[in-house]
């Protein structure tokens, strides 16, 4: 286990860049890796001696290719700028630059093909409904003789339809809402705690409360306090009187 848990903290191994004695080895091995991915000397000149129209997007398209050919080689920022004698920035600016341009690449390519396969089950989708509608008619042909002739006569019925190609025309749509990303999108679920109706209801019973309470605080202080004392029996003593109301008039009605 604990061997383990070393490997797992080893950090990833740090990429390798090739050391050069001098800057015009470095140099002459870059020259040498843009030759080969097809840029003649003359272009890689014009880059590195800047002999070109700082605005021009044919000259900055080619050094951004020449920058990818470099990154492909595991050089670093720093080496394809000494290059290019331009500023670690530049080089940046180019990389993130590229990166984008691949990145859109990429979502470009799946567009193409998501398009691609809903194109394919569409058309799947519409020969399964042609062919479930061709199903529901059953033809039938009946054939008579009649003074030696032959008459044919042609009766068509209406039928349910063949099921199973619903079946494919269901599964079609199930791939295309696949494709599309309908089936990871979960249902939205209100939520009944900031609803109108729910702050309604809050609201009436909090309301009631504090009748409630407003009701009892009245009522006992409309109340007079007696103390209740028993005889050796346990009955109540002829002096003791239970809690009347404050109010005179109460007991004239109770009466």
């Known amino acids: 286990m604990a061997e383990e848990k070393k490997k797992r903290n080893i950090p990833p191994p740090k990429q390798h860049r090739v050391p050069f004695k001098s800057d015009e080895a470095l140099v002459e091995h870059c020259v040498k890796i843009l030759v080969k991915s097809g840029m003649t000397p003359e272009q890689i000149d014009i880059i590195r ?6 605005f021009s997007k044919e000259i900055i398209g080619q050094r951004r290719y ?41 979502l470009q390519n799946a567009d193409h093909w998501r398009a691609k396969l809903l194109k394919e089950q569409d058309e799947i989708k519409n020969k399964a409904m042609k062919s ?16 030696g002739d032959e008459i044919v006569t042609t009766e068509v019925y209406e039928t349910a339809g063949e099921s199973s190609f619903l079946t494919v025309a269901k599964g079609c749509l199930e791939q295309q809402a696949k494709i599309l990303g309908l089936f990871d999108k979960k249902p939205e679920v209100k939520d009944d705690d900031k609803s109108y109706k729910k702050f309604l209801n809050n609201l009436s019973s909090e309301v009631k ?11 006992r202080a409309s109340a007079i306090d007696a103390e209740a004392t028993f005889d050796e029996d346990g009955n109540l003593d002829g002096d003791s009187r239970p809690m009347l109301p404050a109010n005179p008039e109460d007991n004239q009605e109770d009466a």
């Open 132 to 147: 479930f509608e061709a199903s529901k008619q059953k033809i039938v042909r009946k054939i008579q003789q009649r003074n």
């Open 209 to 219: 409360k504090i009748r409630e309470a407003e009701k009892n605080a009245g009522d």
């Open 66 to 106: 020449a920058t990818s050919m470099l990154l492909a080689a595991n050089l670093s920022n720093e080496q394809i700028a000494k290059v290019f004698k331009l500023s670690k920035e530049t080089v940046a600016s180019d990389r993130e630059h590229l990166r984008k341009v691949y990145t859109e690449s990429i």
């Open 49 to 54: 001696n800047k002999n070109y129209d700082m």
